[in-house]
């Protein structure tokens, strides 16, 4: 089968496609031919070697995380899915296996690939419904847990003023609608060639990316984009008692803010207590969760894919469909 492929480590400008093994399912695991597949930032921070010390990966390495597809065969023991069901998720790397859930772990070998082998006890996997397109649900899986995940532990209240800075990535297209939904006066930063598109997903204002510009006393803060280690100027712009939530490592200390008035929270799910594909689906064809796809590649194009997300400002998620 051919697949996206990182034969060492490196930048995503080393990757190519290339003809690998089709994988085969074994016990409990089910086999997918994939339809699409979505970028993500281990995609490319893993195979960099950034973390090869702590999670050495085998080459050739096939990276992708989301995706949509249909079952093509199915293990022993496998109840939940049958042959020919079409379905959607997110799985990360069996290298990662230390770091996915303690009970039902989600793991792959990749979705940048014709077809891929995931674990099918997971609350990752879900069928796709009938309203939700492949593209779309290829582009939801990892920012739609993210935003619900965030939603559920910000508890945000209807009138209540949120910050979002890196609003126009995957996670800021996904939450600022949950905001809005939810009642909060959604201040979200953006260029200015982005600004249309997120007043349309429901945010109150825009603002550049410095932190001179932001606004004073909000309730919330979400960072989907600065290190975890540079938040002071985030903190600076919430008032006293309200919440700060990021999502970028390093897994934050509360000393890292300059104050102790503000409740710092790190939010990361990989058991889904928090919902799975399942919630992220009813969301989604509610009309609650839309899916911001800013640009689409073949698989053909699956490296230049990767190269645009780490060089290049993207908008919503970039779609690799097979």
């Not at 540079?230 to 934050?252: D, H, S, W, Y």
Request: with cysteine; proline share 8%.
């Amino acid at each position: 089968m051919k697949a996206v492929v990182a034969t060492g480590y490196g930048p995503p400008e080393s990757y190519s496609v290339a003809d690998v093994p089709q994988p085969r399912p074994g016990p409990g695991q089910l086999q997918v031919r994939v339809a699409a597949a979505s970028i993500n930032p281990a995609d490319v921070r893993l195979p960099s070697g950034e973390f090869r010390d702590s999670v050495p990966l085998a080459f050739p390495h096939v990276p992708g995380n989301d995706f949509a597809g249909t079952v093509t065969e199915v293990g022993a023991g496998v109840t939940a899915f049958r042959v020919g069901d079409e379905i959607f998720g997110q799985a990360i790397p069996r290298a990662l296996r230390a770091m996915a859930g303690a009970t039902r772990p989600s793991l792959s070998t990749g979705s940048l690939a014709e077809f891929a082998v995931f674990e099918a006890d997971t609350p990752f996997l879900a069928h796709r419904p009938d309203g939700l397109g492949v593209e779309e649900a290829a582009a939801l899986p990892t920012v739609g847990l993210t935003a619900r995940a965030l939603m559920a532990t910000a508890g945000v209240r209807p009138g209540e003023t949120v910050l979002v800075v890196g609003a126009t990535g995957g996670v800021g297209t996904a939450v600022v609608p949950l905001l809005a939904a939810a009642g909060a006066n959604v201040v979200a930063t953006a260029t200015e060639a982005d600004a249309g598109v997120l007043r349309a997903l429901g945010a109150a204002e825009t603002i550049g990316y410095a932190e001179s510009g932001y606004p004073a006393g909000v309730d919330a803060a979400f960072n989907l984009t600065l290190p975890s280690d540079r938040l002071q100027g985030v903190a600076a712009a919430v008032r006293p008692g309200g919440r700060v939530l990021t999502i970028t490592f390093p897994v934050p200390e509360p000393g890292w803010l300059g104050r102790d008035d503000v409740d710092l929270r790190f939010v990361l799910d990989m058991d889904g207590a928090l919902g799975g594909m399942r919630e992220v689906a009813d969301l989604a064809v509610a009309g609650t969760l839309p899916a911001t796809i800013g640009r689409r590649y073949r698989l053909e194009e699956g490296p230049r894919a990767c190269v645009d997300f780490a060089r290049r400002h993207t908008t919503g998620k970039l779609v690799v469909t097979m």
